[in-house]
């Protein structure tokens, strides 16, 4: 199976900043997208952020001056750099990963989630 940890939520003041980690282990053979979602209390959850060797980092427009994506991809792992924060920020967030298990099949795999609170 796959394990997924996820970790560097909190709490933080209005123009804090937070760094999120994310690391898929487990029986992999190849992630070939990676990208994080969230979803604010009583809303849908959305995308914040996507990261490929095809389309390179994606963002929301909201996040893009603000949040930078990234990976190490020899350790199947993806980072999230939130600067700025706004209170409009708070929520669970989610990393994703999509590839190939070690059967060769396409599979996809979710963070358990973690939360983040921006708040004086």
């Known amino acids: 199976q796959v394990q997924v940890v996820e970790s560097g939520g909190g709490f933080v003041q209005p123009g804090g900043s937070l760094r999120l980690s994310c690391k898929f282990f487990?029986?992999?053979?190849?992630?070939?997208?990676m990208a994080w979602y969230r979803q604010a209390p009583g809303k849908q959850r959305e995308l914040v952020a996507t990261v490929s060797s095809n389309t390179g980092a994606v963002y929301a427009e909201s996040m893009k001056d603000r949040f930078t994506i990234s990976t190490d991809n020899g350790r199947n792992t993806v980072f999230l750099q939130m600067n700025g924060l706004k209170l409009d920020d708070t929520g669970v967030y989610y990393c994703?990963?999509?590839?190939?298990?070690?059967?060769?099949?396409?599979?996809?795999?979710w963070g358990q989630g973690i939360q983040v609170t921006v708040a004086s």
């Open positions: 487990g029986d992999i053979f190849a992630v070939n997208v």
């Open positions: 994703n990963a999509e590839g190939l298990d070690t059967d060769i099949r396409r599979a996809s795999w």
